[in-house]
């Protein structure tokens, strides 16, 4: 979705917008500024959800990282301490 999704939510923004304030036309039951209106909220919505899609997928994933602090003993019974760092 991304970026793609970003594009064709700003055209339907573009084009909600010139349908409701641009284009004075009526036909028998159906508003062209209404029509303007939802193109803007689904656009409006498209938006916001591509940009969390957009968002989410830039992250980077190596980032993730586990510590681990142990007590070992050896073969002699010599003890020692261990830091980790997993990736």
Do not use: C, K, N, P
């Amino acid at each position: 979705m991304g970026l793609t999704g970003m594009g064709f939510s700003i055209v339907a923004i573009a084009a909600g917008a010139v349908m409701y304030w641009a284009v004075t036309a009526q036909g028998h039951g159906f508003r062209l500024s209404t029509v303007g209106i939802i193109l803007m909220i689904v656009g409006a919505i498209g938006l916001v959800i591509s940009t969390i899609v957009f968002g989410t997928s830039r992250r980077s994933t190596g980032s993730r990282r586990h510590t681990y602090d142990r007590q070992v003993t050896d073969a002699q019974g010599r003890s020692a301490a261990v830091h980790e760092e997993v990736h």
